[in-house]
């Protein structure tokens, strides 16, 4: 079964930043689609990135683009996509999700349209 495991949250000061992983495993197509949403408290979940395996396109959140970079990285037992973060603001704090689905990214900012998740990574900025 998939299998999505966050790593690398905690607490940042701000204007530091910060860097997060998600191993993800168990998947039985060659290509997948992966994204980063967070999750402030009280509100909605945003998109942050999200990436096709495939042909390797991502597509960063509009207000974030300017401070993130994902990567993946991929052998034939797993897929890691990391997610780095500059110049973080105490508005960034929240829970961080890694998502995926099989396939080809099709609504790829769209928490929606994803069936597997991680159980989520904090990250507090002060």
């Known amino acids: 079964h998939v299998q999505l495991v966050e790593s690398g949250g905690g607490s940042v000061q701000s204007g530091g930043s910060l860097r997060l992983s998600c191993a993800g495993s168990g998947h039985q197509y060659q290509r997948v689609c992966m994204a980063w949403f967070r999750q402030g408290s009280g509100e909605g979940r945003e998109a942050v990135a999200a990436?096709?395996?495939?042909?390797?396109?991502?597509?960063?959140a509009d207000n974030l683009k300017e401070r993130v970079i994902v990567s993946i990285s991929k052998d034939q037992a797993r897929a890691t996509l990391d997610l780095q973060m500059i110049d973080l603001e105490p508005s960034d704090t929240g829970t961080y999700y890694c998502a995926t689905r099989p396939g080809r990214c099709v609504e790829r900012m769209n928490h929606l349209w994803y069936n597997y998740w991680g159980q989520g990574t904090q990250v507090t900025v002060s």
């Open positions: 990436l096709d395996t495939g042909d390797v396109t991502i597509t960063y």
